[in-house]
């Protein structure tokens, strides 16, 4: 499928899945070797990265746990601007090391607030990876510590990601055609 159409927009091919699953492995291979003996709670962000993370799941070999929250559509205003609250990250993470994964990082407030409430919680560290991340976009110092592919400026559909509810089932990824 080159193209395909979801509501009223046209999107075509951009990234191909075989070459988002070579990606995927590169992340799980680097977090093999970083985060061996350090026991992390992978921290799914829904709704937009269980693809992600599902990937990247079956391809840590280490001792690892899995955890997935939300962010309310609640917003109120905070340091970085609009903030959205993070919900169902109910067990203590105390002294844990805490790995965030993002679907994509675009203007970097969206992580950049979730890393600040995690912290709030008292884990030993906190690292974000993430599928996609837009450099072009992205203003923001936003530290990423594993990142899958960059990509440009554009708005994207599939592999998780959405437009208004549709194409999160769409295994390659695809970019609007104006
Ligand atoms: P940020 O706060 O970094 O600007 O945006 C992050 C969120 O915006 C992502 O978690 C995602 O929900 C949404 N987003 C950003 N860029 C895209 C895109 O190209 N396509 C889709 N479907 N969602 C995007």
Known sequence: MSRVKLLDREFELSIPEEKLLKAVDQVAEKMNKELEGKN????CVLNGSFMFASD???RLTIP???S???LSSYSGTGSTGQVKELIGLNEDISGRTIVLLEDIVDTGLTIINTVEQVKQMGPADVK???MLF???ACKRDVKLDYVGMDI???FIVGYGLDYDGYGRNLKDIYTVVE
Do not use: Q, S
């Not at 992390?40 to 921290?43: A, D, Y």
């Open 40 to 43: 992390p709670l992978m921290v």
């Open 56 to 58: 990247l799941m079956k």
């Open 64 to 66: 690892c746990e899995i």
């Open 68 to 70: 997935f929250v939300k």
């Open 128 to 130: 974000v990876a993430t």
């Open 134 to 136: 837009k450099p072009d």
């Open 152 to 154: 440009p400026n554009d």
